[in-house]
């Protein structure tokens, strides 16, 4: 018998703006496995991560999270969750009026209130080490390059070392060497069992990463499932959109470009 999933959503509408941002979506997030959401762009991709994270509720449909209603749950339960998973934003959403430090900090002090000041301190460090920012620190995020502040974004997801991780295109519209460094931590998060749900139109990690993939068009999933049986698709809708997204640096993986010869044959 399989695992219930982590999180999972049932029949779920989100309207915006007066038409559907996410049309009766359903989807599941395996535990310690990591899922890749795909599609063009203004399909509802976000809006699923986001419903998905928590942070958007169904206008209709249900959000489960362990077999519970994601949006029932205690506020004790809630924070509980929201002290174990991060969440790194398309934008970065850093606060402007704080110091690069300030921003790391400030899920340890919401979330892990009984670390002495020392502890806090030493954690954020660590963590500007890591995404080799360690002299950055004092800086605001507007004297930061946009690469600099996707990573800070990304480093304030993992400060609280969580075990569930949601990346709203992690590695766009930023330089070779902050996504390769970006790319690297999300590789390590794999490899330690992390649960991850990602957004992304980077082809190189969405292969590297996805274990099960999900494909969607105008708010409706088309597809979903493993990534070997989603590229074998037999839907040409689902194929013309993996070519399209994947299709990008198709000529430097072999997995992908043999993707794509099947899908012109």
Not at 125 to 144: F, I, N, T
Not at 193 to 218: E, F
């Amino acid at each position: 018998m399989s695992e219930p999933p982590l999180i999972e959503l049932r029949e779920v509408t989100v309207t915006s703006g007066g038409y559907d941002a996410l049309a009766e979506a359903s989807a599941a997030f395996p535990e310690g496995r990591s899922t890749v959401i795909m599609g063009p762009s203004g399909c509802g991709k976000s809006t699923l991560l986001k419903v998905a994270a928590g942070l958007v509720p169904p206008d209709r449909g249900r959000v489960l999270y362990r077999g519970e209603d994601l949006f029932g749950l205690s506020a004790r339960r809630m924070r509980g969750l929201r002290a174990t998973s991060g969440f790194v934003f398309q934008d970065g959403a850093l606060w402007e009026n704080k110091s690069v430090f300030e921003n790391l900090a400030l899920p340890l002090q919401i979330h892990a209130t009984s670390l002495a000041r020392s502890d806090v301190e030493k954690k954020v460090v660590r963590m500007l080490e890591r995404g080799g920012l360690a002299d950055s620190a004092s800086l605001r995020p507007a004297q930061l390059s946009a690469g600099e502040r996707k990573i800070v974004s990304f480093l304030r997801a993992l400060v609280n070392e969580p075990s569930l991780v949601f990346l709203d295109e992690p590695t766009l519209s930023i330089d070779h060497v902050a996504a390769e460094r970006i790319s690297l931590m999300i590789r390590e998060l794999k490899a330690r069992g992390c649960s991850i749900v990602a957004v992304t139109h980077d082809p190189r990690l969405a292969s590297t990463l996805a274990d099960k993939l999900v494909v969607l068009s105008a708010g409706r999933v088309l597809a979903e499932g493993g990534f070997d049986a989603v590229k074998a698709s037999g839907d040409p809708r689902v194929r013309g959109i993996l070519s399209q997204v994947l299709g990008e640096i198709a000529s430097f993986d072999t997995d992908l470009l043999e993707l794509l010869d099947t899908h012109e044959n």
